[in-house]
């Protein structure tokens, strides 16, 4: 709390006459603006969403500010074809991949550098403040060519708020609310001739939502607080051609409501610090060329205690950290064409973990993506990376992958597009993978092979002066998946094999549309099955159908925005866990309603604002239950999936 008085006495002191600054633009919605966007994450290059060689969706600041939300995963998943998990582990999951699994299989990206894949040691989905949020750029499908490992089902990249001008700006909230919310989210940026600054912060403190769950010895149902706590420090730094970032966060979490009968209960809770550097440098040899170097150096724990419960009997500790050296060389060349080629230097260690011995590997890689507007009417790109390891633990020989992807794009006429898109992405095995020893429980795998994931797109597109449209059909097909089985050895119970295939497709909707000075609509649908090698279908579990409609009204010093995200029936994880009980209730459909109303309180001269918002979710107070995934530790067909109906009220204050 103190750094933000700190930073908002700064802020109001600092310029006073400054009142060009648009208090009313993070409440109000224009397409055009939104087709004018400059988006980076499908090839590194400033394009638009319609030059875009991918399945891009951005959800801008307006949209978040319409529509409401308090944690990253509540935006994204308004993306089509995007679920979240809120529970034990929060998660995301694309074009129907199982929420478990999809934590090492989505990549985040701040400003373009990775956070790391969403492992369970730490996420962005609940770290990130969202008042920081200039747009996000989430590509579904491979993202392996640019981005490496994990780039798998989907990369998103969260672009972080810029001074628009010299002196102060800052958008800082307070949110009180159900579940013994608290929650305190700012931004502010400075900017003076070549020096920018900009410092976010995170203060969340959620008391616990009741995760319900029964007991079939008693026939009774009991239940648990599901608490959630964050704390977020993140500076930037930038001069010329130089830039800084550092990112500290620290989670924790409720972890465990799954052991029944409820005198089984062990009230494992987790704690996740992470921390994030990235040191970048750019150069313009000319107006054509440029060169871009990147230091990057993650850090994460994964700590769980059970408040001295089992503590002495099973300790889960895993710190890890990985760099990353990166440089790029951009060109735009003759006849309309475009290069980008990288290579990468990857060290990941594991140190200090409990039941994983220390261990260090070391990766290199080439990639490359070339791009031609062949005439007017239609481009081509050609892209693939190579990958390989340099140093392996355990003795396992070098593993090496290569990932190509091409697209092609055909515009009918200034307004209809058609996409033509084939990419492969990879997943590499963890140190942790390879390497784990906990008798009684798992043994490591260190001849582990890369999942790889092959897709092809073709994509319908239309842009209008007052509606975006996109129609999408997709084909997948993953192999060489790695799961946990069993051994049959009593010592080592469980190790992670490769084995298996899932082919899924589907099709995605998407439509926004601007009918006119106050009312916006977006919507929307999709559609997807998938099938493993031996023929069960959905053996993902995902819903078949999902629908997601958003209406939003600005008036003045009004907005309101109403929200619904619709699901099918989940499957039944007896599909894969035959052993599975019927504990809980089953996974069935859900509409998770939302509704967010604001008022602009006061305009200052000085430019700035105050305004007050109310939001309100699962307004229907519909109880969800998602399928339990992980069979191989919690033999039940369901857990607890996402909080009651609730109300926040927000206090904002933009300058």
């Known amino acids: 709390m103190s750094i933000a008085g700190m930073c908002c006495s700064m802020l109001v002191a600092g310029q006073p006459n400054i009142v060009d600054l648009d208090n009313k633009s993070l409440y109000s919605l224009s397409l055009a603006q939104l087709m004018d966007i400059k988006v ?5 290059f400033e394009e638009s969403l319609h030059d875009a060689h991918a399945s891009v969706s951005i959800i801008t600041s307006a949209q978040t500010e319409l529509f409401g939300g308090q944690n990253l995963y509540e935006i994204l998943e308004r993306i089509v074809s995007v679920n979240s998990n809120f529970g034990v582990l929060t998660s995301i999951s694309t074009r129907g991949s199982r929420p478990w699994i999809s934590l090492a299989q989505h990549l985040g990206l701040i400003n373009g550098r990775p956070f790391g894949n969403m492992s369970g040691a730490h996420s962005l989905y609940t770290s990130m403040p969202l008042s920081a949020v200039e747009r996000i750029e989430y590509i579904r499908g491979p993202g392996s060519v640019l981005y490496g490992s994990n780039a798998y089902q989907g990369v998103f990249n969260i672009i972080t708020k810029k001074a628009r001008r ?8 307070l949110t009180l609310g159900s579940f013994d919310t608290k929650l305190l989210d700012g931004s502010y940026q400075y900017r003076q001739d070549n020096f920018e600054f900009a410092l976010n912060i995170l203060f969340n403190d959620v008391g ?8 079939p010895a008693v026939l009774q149902t009991y239940s648990r607080k599901a608490f959630q706590e964050e704390q977020t420090f993140h500076v930037q730094l930038a001069y010329k051609n130089l830039s800084f970032s550092y990112y500290d966060s620290r989670q924790e979490r409720f972890g465990n409501y799954w052991d029944a009968p409820e005198e089984n209960y062990i009230p494992w809770s987790k704690v996740h610090p992470a921390q994030f550097f990235n040191l970048s440098y750019h150069h313009e040899f000319n107006k054509n060329w440029r060169l871009e170097s990147h230091i990057t150096h993650i850090e994460k724990t994964m700590e769980w205690s059970s408040d001295g419960v089992a503590d002495e009997f099973v300790r889960i500790k895993s710190p890890f950290s990985l760099s990353l050296y990166e440089v790029n060389v951009f060109a735009e060349l003759a006849n309309s064409a475009s290069l980008i080629s990288g290579v990468t230097y990857e060290k990941r260690k594991i140190f200090d973990a409990a039941t994983i011995p220390d261990s260090s590997e070391d990766y290199a890689s080439l990639y490359f993506q070339f791009r031609q507007q062949f005439y007017h009417a239609f481009s081509y790109s050609i892209a693939g990376q190579y990958v390989t390891s340099l140093d392996l633990l355990g003795g396992a020989g070098n593993k090496s992958d290569f990932v190509p992807r091409f697209g092609l794009l055909y515009d009918f006429d200034d307004k209809w597009a058609v996409k033509f898109l084939y990419g492969q992405a990879y997943r590499q095995p963890t140190a ?9 429980v798992q043994m490591g795998s260190p001849d582990l092979d890369s999942e790889t994931i092959t897709t092809k797109e073709v994509q319908l597109f239309y842009r209008g002066a007052d509606r975006l ?4 059909y997709y084909h997948s097909e993953e192999k060489d998946l790695i799961s946990l089985v069993s051994t049959g050895d009593p010592v080592f119970p469980l190790a992670n094999k490769n084995q298996g295939r899932i082919t899924s497709r589907g099709v995605e909707l998407a439509f926004k549309y601007e009918i006119d000075d ?4 977006e919507f929307s649908g999709a559609w997807q099955t998938n099938k493993d090698d031996n023929g069960v279908n959905n053996t993902n579990l995902a819903p078949n159908y999902s629908w997601k409609l958003g209406l939003g009204y600005n008036l003045n010093t009004w907005s309101f925005g109403l929200y619904n995200l619709h699901y099918s029936n989940y499957h039944d994880s007896i599909l894969f866990d035959a052993n599975r009980e019927l504990v ?5 459909g859900f509409d998770w309603l939302t509704l967010k109303a604001s008022k602009e309180l006061a305009a200052f001269s000085n430019g700035s604002a105050l305004r007050l918002s109310l939001v309100l979710k699962n307004i229907l107070d519909q109880e969800i239950y998602q399928p339990n995934d992980t069979p191989v530790f919690y033999p039940i067909n369901t857990l607890p999936g996402r909080e009651s109906s609730s109300a926040f009220v927000s206090l904002s204050y933009q300058y």
């Open 208 to 215: 616990g939502w009741q995760a319900k769950m029964f007991d």
């Open 584 to 588: 809980n209730p089953a996974a069935d």
């Open 518 to 521: 106050s009312w916006y609509l």
């Open 432 to 440: 942790g993978e390879r390497s784990i020893e906990t008798p009684g």
């Open 40 to 44: 980076t994450t499908a090839s590194k």
């Open 166 to 173: 010299d002196g102060w700006q800052a958008l800082q909230k």
């Open 469 to 472: 449209f996109t129609l999408s």
